[in-house]
Every structure is written in C-alpha cells, then in structure tokens.
C-alpha cells in the first residue's frame, strides 16, 4: 500500500472532483501523449539542427507547436530520469543514483507518479515501449514476479514492455537482437506474450509504435480522454539495422557501419511518430491532444551535440540538454522557440495543469507548470524556479567518442545562469553558462561568494530524507 502522503494525495484530488461535480470526458480535457527518446542528443532532430537525420514528422510537430531549446533531463542517464518524468521530483528524493541493472533496482511503489494522479482523475492510461523502473522480470510460465513494483502499481492500466531481466536482455544487446527481435521477449500487462500473439516476431519500434496507435484507437473510443507514455528504446545502443526503407534511405558516404545504423534507427522512430500523429489526424483528436517529445539523457556514442561539452554519463550540458517539443493545437500557438529554462520535473506538474488536476502540496514537487509559458505567457521566473540540482553516481567513462572532461562531477547546481559542477559536494567548475554554454571557461576562483552560497545549497540538499520503499 502506499504510504499516506499518497492516500492524502488521492483524497484532495477526489475532492477537487466531487465539489466541482461534473462528468469527465474527453472533450473536456486534453488527451496526453508522451514520447521520451532515449539517448538522443540536443542535435539528434533535423529541426534541432541535425546535419545527419532526417526527422520530417518530429519536425512537423515543431513546426505546429512550441520548440524548447533550454530543456534539460533529471539526468544523464535514463532511469534517473524516468524517475523525475513520472515523479515531478528529483531521483535522488528515491535514492536513485545510477541506472538500473535489470537485478535489484525499481522505483519506490510509495512514490506518486503522474499516471496515477491522471487514472485518479479519470484517465485511461497506458505504459508503451522502455520501462526501466525496475518489476519486469517473470517466472518460467512468463508471469511477472510481484516482488517488485511495475507499470500497473505505478498508475497504468495498459502496458507493453520488454522483458528487462538478466542475463536475457544483456545477451541480446551483445547480439544485437535487441530491436529486431525485440517482439519476442514482450511484456504485456504482467504476461509474457506467446508466438501466437501479433506482436511476437516485431521489430521492436515497430511493436512499439504500433501498440501505441493500438492503444489510441481503443481510448478514442471511451468517454474519458487518455494519457499514453510511449518510452522509445530509440537511439540506445545496440545499433542495429533498421527495416526498410530506413537502412536505405539513411546510406551516405564516408560514414561508420554504427552511424548507418544509429540514422536508420532514428528515422525509423520518426516514421512511427509520424503514424502515431496521423492516427490522430484520422480520429478527429489532435486539435485536442498534447503531444510531448524529449529524450531521456544527451547524445551516447554517434549521436549530435553541436559544441556542448559532455555526452551520456556525464554532468556537461552535452549529458543534460535534450530536445523538447510541445504540441496542443487547443492551446498552444504554432510556430513558437522558447529559450526558457526546463526541466523533466516540470512534466508532471505541467500535465496536471493542463488537465486542471491540483497537485497537493503534501507531494513537495521539485518541479513547475510550464503550461502558461507553452501557452504565450512568460516562462517561471529565476526568483520562482530557485536553485536546480543534479546527482550521478560516478561514471569514469564517457559514453562517447571521447574521454570524459575533467575533473569528475557528481553534482550540479544551478541557480539562473550560474551552474556549478562539483565532485561529492566539493565544487570543481563554475560556468555562466548564458555566456558560455559550451563550459569552456572555468570561473570557479573568481565568484567565490557565489560558490560559497551554491555549496551549501547543494550540501542541505545532499542530505534531505530520501524515500527508498
């Protein structure tokens, strides 16, 4: 059971409802439809300057909604920031530090998570494509072992994962099975499903894709609107080849068998985002659907960056900003370019803006609403947002082309243009990263008032409880 911060939560929200006794249905509220890349680099989209991947339909979605150049990750790896998507709060609130290793890591069940703060208010929901939360592994008969929690105790009614259990999944990225053989190995809600199924010998973005227009048809016909978290696997290693016209269409010359396959990759997933929209096109939705597209971490291995310094694992703006873009044609005017600052965190409480769903105070987010900036308003103020914190269990190596910058971080902390980088809690960088957003000039010895302040932020924040169960 969850604890009672969340009985209090669910309990303001029923009453929200109750006192403002109308019925809920899909006219009234927008659908939400969330795409999370993962490992997909601020680059990595052709409207995000991309001198590589073509991205027509991701591109189109810019162009008919808002782009955000200032977005950035709970993390630089992908669990963390799964974590911050679901949460509104950092990982670190759950002790989660590090990705997981398909063995013994999961998200609290305790944790409150925007799914279930939407089924509470009547939302139909559904979990599509990468999970890594923890609570996907089955016994011999392909049940899911309850021993911890998954996507249905974290707020969804429909789900279609991997199964993410070792040595099975490990033993098919070294292959490079992952994706093309991805259907094979599919968790749908707590089943395995068998060789029978439509699924089972399906590319893995193809099943992913798929089961989320699946997913769109069946909702649109039901009274009450939809949330649908749709976790790509997309540009994760191993590259693999993918279908045609993709591996074709992405040939060029004088570049590596891995680039081939990382731009096919990419187009690939962009071709299902394209049938995902045009699905909605074809229901009559999308004039009042949000449409949300990020990505989990910064660029590994061949993925862009421009000139931000970093990449996966590592603190660098090259690990943290990613690509974002917003579409709700009910509310959000075309054609727009935000350079405010964001944050994963700000997903939760942003969606439940939109719904008109009051989060209760009692869940402390560490995240805010960026649904009046979408809408035309002014972004949240530095004074509003305050200080901004990162946590990352060190990761020596660089998931790159290249050696990780020096010195190591562990932390961030960054108050409006200030972003200080520091080793477990000792500061170690300092950059304004308005003037310098490739963080080439280390300023550390000449604010020391301000790395002072920042510090001891960063150490009380350090040692606030966590919540591990």
């Given at each position: 059971?969850?604890?009672?911060?969340?009985?209090?939560?669910?309990?303001?929200?029923?009453?929200?409802?109750?006192?403002?006794?109308?019925?809920?249905?899909?006219?009234?509220?927008?659908?939400?439809?969330?795409?999370?890349?993962?490992?997909?680099?601020?680059?990595?989209?052709?409207?995000?300057?991309?001198?590589?991947?073509?991205?027509?339909?991701?591109?189109?979605?810019?162009?008919?909604?808002?782009?955000?150049?200032?977005?950035?990750?709970?993390?630089?790896?992908?669990?963390?920031?799964?974590?911050?998507?679901?949460?509104?709060?950092?990982?670190?609130?759950?002790?989660?530090?590090?990705?997981?290793?398909?063995?013994?890591?999961?998200?609290?069940?305790?944790?409150?998570?925007?799914?279930?703060?939407?089924?509470?208010?009547?939302?139909?929901?559904?979990?599509?494509?990468?999970?890594?939360?923890?609570?996907?592994?089955?016994?011999?008969?392909?049940?899911?072992?309850?021993?911890?929690?998954?996507?249905?105790?974290?707020?969804?009614?429909?789900?279609?994962?991997?199964?993410?259990?070792?040595?099975?999944?490990?033993?098919?990225?070294?292959?490079?099975?992952?994706?093309?053989?991805?259907?094979?190995?599919?968790?749908?809600n707590d089943q395995r499903i068998n060789?029978?199924?439509?699924?089972?010998?399906?590319?893995?973005?193809?099943?992913?894709?798929?089961?989320?227009?699946?997913?769109?048809?069946?909702?649109?016909?039901?009274?009450?609107?939809?949330?649908?978290?749709?976790?790509?696997?997309?540009?994760?290693?191993?590259?693999?080849?993918?279908?045609?016209?993709?591996?074709?269409?992405?040939?060029?010359?004088?570049?590596?068998?891995?680039?081939?396959?990382?731009?096919?990759?990419?187009?690939?997933?962009?071709?299902?985002?394209?049938?995902?929209?045009?699905?909605?096109?074809?229901?009559?939705?999308?004039?009042?659907?949000?449409?949300?597209?990020?990505?989990?971490?910064?660029?590994?291995?061949?993925?862009?960056?421009?000139?931000?310094?970093?990449?996966?694992?590592?603190?660098?703006?090259?690990?943290?900003?990613?690509?974002?873009?917003?579409?709700?044609?009910?509310?959000?005017?075309?054609?727009?370019?935000?350079?405010?600052?964001?944050?994963?965190?700000?997903?939760?409480?942003?969606?439940?803006?939109?719904?008109?769903?009051?989060?209760?105070?009692?869940?402390?987010?560490?995240?805010?609403?960026?649904?009046?900036?979408?809408?035309?308003?002014?972004?949240?103020?530095?004074?509003?947002?305050?200080?901004?914190?990162?946590?990352?269990?060190?990761?020596?190596?660089?998931?790159?082309?290249?050696?990780k910058p020096k010195p190591f971080a562990?932390?961030?902390?960054?108050?409006?243009?200030?972003?200080?980088?520091?080793?477990?809690?000792?500061?170690?960088?300092?950059?304004?990263?308005?003037?310098?957003?490739?963080?080439?000039?280390?300023?550390?010895?000449?604010?020391?008032?301000?790395?002072?302040?920042?510090?001891?932020?960063?150490?009380?924040?350090?040692?606030?409880?966590?919540?591990?169960?």
């Amino acid at each position: 059971m969850k604890p009672l911060i969340h009985s209090l939560a669910i309990a303001c929200i029923a009453v929200v409802f109750l006192a403002n006794a109308a019925p809920l249905h899909a006219a009234d509220r927008p659908n939400i439809i969330l795409l999370l890349a993962d490992d997909l680099g601020y680059g990595d989209l052709s409207c995000f300057g991309s001198p590589a991947v073509k991205t027509p339909h991701l591109d189109r979605l810019a162009s008919e909604g808002l782009r955000c150049d200032r977005f950035y990750a709970g993390s630089a790896v992908c669990s963390p920031t799964r974590a911050s998507v679901l949460t509104g709060r950092y990982p670190l609130r759950f002790g989660i530090t590090k990705h997981f290793n398909d063995r013994n890591g999961w998200l609290p069940e305790s944790a409150t998570t925007v799914a279930e703060l939407l089924s509470d208010a009547g939302y139909n929901t559904a979990h599509v494509g990468k999970w890594h939360l923890g609570g996907l592994h089955v016994d011999e008969t392909g049940k899911r072992l309850t021993n911890q929690p998954g996507p249905r105790q974290h707020g969804f009614d429909f789900y279609q994962t991997q199964i993410e259990q070792q040595p099975l999944r490990g033993k098919m990225g070294r292959d490079k099975t992952l994706f093309r053989k991805g259907g094979t190995v599919l968790l749908r809600n707590d089943q395995r499903i068998n060789e029978d199924d439509p699924y089972y010998p399906k590319h893995f973005t193809d099943a992913n894709g798929d089961f989320a227009v699946e997913m769109i048809e069946k909702f649109s016909n039901e009274e009450a609107p939809f949330f649908i978290n749709m976790w790509w696997l997309v540009p994760h290693k191993p590259y693999e080849t993918a279908p045609e016209p993709h591996w074709s269409d992405t040939t060029a010359a004088g570049i590596s068998d891995d680039q081939h396959r990382f731009r096919s990759m990419v187009q690939h997933m962009d071709a299902k985002v394209g049938e995902i929209l045009q699905k909605l096109d074809e229901l009559k939705i999308a004039d009042n659907t949000l449409v949300l597209f990020t990505s989990d971490n910064g660029a590994a291995f061949e993925g862009f960056i421009h000139d931000l310094k970093g990449g996966k694992t590592d603190l660098h703006d090259g690990g943290i900003r990613v690509p974002m873009i917003v579409r709700w044609p009910a509310a959000i005017p075309p054609g727009q370019t935000s350079q405010a600052f964001g944050h994963t965190n700000d997903l939760l409480p942003s969606f439940c803006d939109a719904v008109g769903v009051d989060v209760p105070g009692a869940l402390s987010l560490d995240g805010l609403s960026l649904l009046p900036h979408w809408k035309g308003g002014t972004p949240p103020s530095d004074e509003e947002r305050g200080t901004v914190f990162w946590q990352l269990e060190l990761y020596k190596s660089l998931q790159r082309h290249t050696p990780k910058p020096k010195p190591f971080a562990t932390e961030v902390v960054r108050r409006g243009n200030w972003k200080l980088l520091a080793f477990k809690g000792k500061p170690v960088e300092l950059f304004d990263v308005d003037t310098d957003p490739n963080e080439k000039h280390n300023v550390l010895a000449e604010h020391p008032d301000l790395v002072a302040s920042l510090s001891a932020e960063l150490n009380q924040w350090l040692n606030e409880p966590r919540t591990t169960k």
